[in-house]
Structures are given as C-alpha cells and as structure tokens.
T-cell receptor, first 118, second 115 residues
C-alpha cells in the first residue's frame, strides 16, 4: 500500500536551474497539496488542487507552478530556483478538502523531498 | 500573523508519565482541530482531531481537549512511550471561501520520551 509517493527524495540544484517534483497517490483522492517546511516553521501550503485539471494558490505560491493533468499525480515546478526555496517539500492528498475534519478523512502525506539550492 | 501557535518547541517526559502538548489559536472561525505526528525523514501522519463543537475526543492513549473560550487545545498522551518521541503539529481548519477549507499548521513541538 504505497499511499503518497514523492520523487525524488533529495536534490541539489544551482541557482537558476529548474526542476519538477513529482507526487503520486494511489488512494483515488480528489484533493492534493504541496507544502514546504522550513526550520522552526510549520508546514506552509504552496498550491493545492481540488481535482484533475484544477490548481489553486496557497499561502506561499510565488516562484512555484503546479499541474494536475492526471488525478493521481500532482507536479510542483520551480522554473528558476533560488536559495530561498531550499526546504523540505511535502505532498499530501485527501478525500475532501477538510483535511481531517472529524477525523474521518485526514490528509495523507508523502515522506518529503529535501531540496537544497546553492 | 501566526494563527496557530505551539509555544513550546520541545518537551521531555519520562516513559509511563503523561505528555501534554499545548496549542493556542487566534482565529475564531476554525471549526476543526487536528494533531499530526512526524518522525524524522517521514511525512506527518494524522493522529487525532476534534470538532469545535466538542470539548474532548479520546482515542486510546491520546486525548485532545478543546477550550474554545481560551482558544486553547491540548493533546494528552497517557502513558507516554519511547515510540511517541516525534514532532507533533497542531493544525486547524477553516473555510477559505465557498466550499474550500484551509488547514493551518503550528510550528510543532518535539516530544522526547525517555526510557
């Protein structure tokens, strides 16, 4: 039972390079999310999707783009990486957007992608 | 403006004793509160939640208490076990327009349970 799988697990980039982080879920969830976690900070929402073909901005969307071409995949792109984007990125999915409200439909997280930008 | 605050970055308790993790919030529109647990090099995993219309929810060794008037919730772990050592995130859910909900996380508290 894979759940949410993130690829790659680690990556080092140079400033200005581009890359795409891949998130795949096998739970047939409608909703998917990208978060970043920085030292001493909670998880901050970058972008999210409420279904195939849809995307929406979260709390910290600048410098990132996303795509949800297939229901099971949610891609996070960095067009021109900056050192401020050094972080651990988490993808999550959920059955509904309440993300755990009532304890019945929590967000399921991947194990993260550690991204360093030099 | 930090709407969900976990003011204790870390907590250390002895095995078998009670662990109490605290969380304060400022947004009165939050309608659900959740606790997530995170081990190193893993993603957060859902632990327990509580609706704003309740004041207590219990699941095995884990109990969450909500004090709406104080805008405060706490997670009690009894008895604490070494395997409970992890970072615990408090999160709160509120509508963010239409039928959409937004989940806001605190900064987390590192719990260490000593054998």
């Amino acid at each position: 039972n894979a759940g949410v799988t993130q690829t790659p697990k680690f990556r080092v980039l140079k400033t200005g390079q581009s890359m795409t982080l891949l998130c795949a879920q096998d739970m047939n969830h409608e909703y998917m999310y990208w978060y970043r976690q920085d030292p001493g900070m909670g998880l901050r929402l970058i972008h999210y999707s409420v279904g195939e073909g849809t995307t929406a901005k979260g709390e910290v969307p600048d410098g990132y783009n996303v795509s949800r071409l297939k229901k099971q995949n949610f891609l996070l792109g960095l067009e021109s990486a900056a050192p401020s984007q050094t972080s651990v990125y988490f993808c999550a999915s959920s059955y509904d957007l309440k993300g755990g409200a009532g304890g019945n439909q929590p967000q399921h997280f991947g194990d993260g992608t550690r991204l360093s930008i030099l | 403006d930090q709407q969900v605050k976990q003011n204790s970055p870390s907590l250390s308790v002895q095995e078998g004793r009670i662990s109490i993790l605290n969380c304060d919030y400022t947004n009165s529109m939050f309608d659900y509160f959740l606790w997530y647990k995170k081990y190193p090099a893993e993603g957060p995993t859902f632990l327990i939640s509580i609706s704003s219309i309740k004041d207590k929810n219990e699941d095995g060794r884990f109990t969450v208490f909500l004090n709406k008037s104080a805008k405060h919730l706490s997670l009690h772990i009894v008895p604490s076990q070494p395997g409970d050592s992890a970072v615990y995130f408090c999160a709160a859910s509120a509508r963010s327009g239409g039928s959409n909900y937004k989940l806001t996380f605190g900064k987390g508290t590192l719990l260490t349970v000593n054998p």
